[in-house]
């Protein structure tokens, strides 16, 4: 019912800038906290950003002062930019929402995943 779609991953220098997109389509009546987590490989996969419907952003102390959340409510995207890229931020990238549709209280929705490789 709900589809979450992420776009913008790819391979860059350390130092460089990428962004990340992520589209929710479907029977969405509203979206509540949206989140971007990674997986490296070998490793969990970790919460690190998060932005609330009213816009309140929260971050791991890695990435802080170098990546922003952000969102867009009118187009039900989440964005995520990251500058000052570095080797160990290496690694898929999903997107992350709290959905509730005309037929279902809230639930948690992921995106298919994209990979950023950090190397020169």
């Known amino acids: 019912q709900v589809q979450l779609v992420e776009s913008g991953g790819g391979l860059v220098q350390p130092g460089g800038s990428l962004r990340l997109s992520c589209a929710a389509s479907?029977?969405?009546?509203?979206?509540?906290?949206m989140a971007w987590y990674r997986q490296a490989p070998g490793k969990q996969r970790e919460l690190f950003a998060t932005?609330?419907?009213?816009?309140?952003?929260n971050y791991v102390d890695s990435v802080k002062g170098r990546f922003t959340i952000s969102r867009d409510n009118a187009k039900n995207t989440v964005y995520l930019q990251m500058n000052s890229l570095k080797p160990e931020d290496t690694a898929v990238y999903y997107c992350?929402?709290?959905?509730?549709?005309?037929?279902?209280?809230?639930?948690?929705?992921w995106g298919q995943g994209t990979q950023v490789t950090v190397s020169s």
């Open positions: 932005v609330t419907s009213g816009g309140a952003t």
């Open positions: 479907g029977s969405i009546v509203i979206i509540y906290r």
């Open positions: 992350n929402a709290a959905v509730a549709t005309m037929s279902r209280p809230p639930n948690d929705y």
